[in-house]
């Protein structure tokens, strides 16, 4: 009975990393109004991030069992938008910081997403064996 329990904590795991992902998607759209970002570059990045990271996350919080991968991609942007201020030259603090930010909080939440879906595969493969 314990490994069903632990397949339904880590199945409500990744739902819940999905969709703090989705909301800081969200959020990555929303910001350069919120926040009037004044240049072109840290908005066009923001927006189409924001999409990315949005989709895969709800993607993966509708079906968390087959696309652990795409946590990897979410990851990816994370960094992305750690770095993204320093390589495109934002001019602005405001959304150097925000990013900077964001970055954090999509790769954080999303290596714990994969590690959820991964221990869940993981002993779904030792149990086949």
Known sequence: MKGGEDKMENRNQS?????INVVAG??????????????N????NDIWLGIIVGVLA?????TPTSTVWL??????????????PFVLGYANIGPRINDIILGIIVAAVAIWNSAAG???SSRSTRAAI
């Open 15 to 19: 739902v819940t990393a999905s969709w």
């Open 26 to 39: 969200i959020w990555l759209i929303i910001a350069p109004f919120v926040l009037g970002y004044v240049n």
């Open 41 to 44: 570059a840290p908005r066009t």
């Open 58 to 62: 709800l993607i993966r919080a509708f």
């Open 71 to 84: 946590s990897w991609i979410n990851i990816v942007a994370g960094i992305w938008l750690i770095i993204a």
């Open 118 to 120: 991964s221990s869940s």
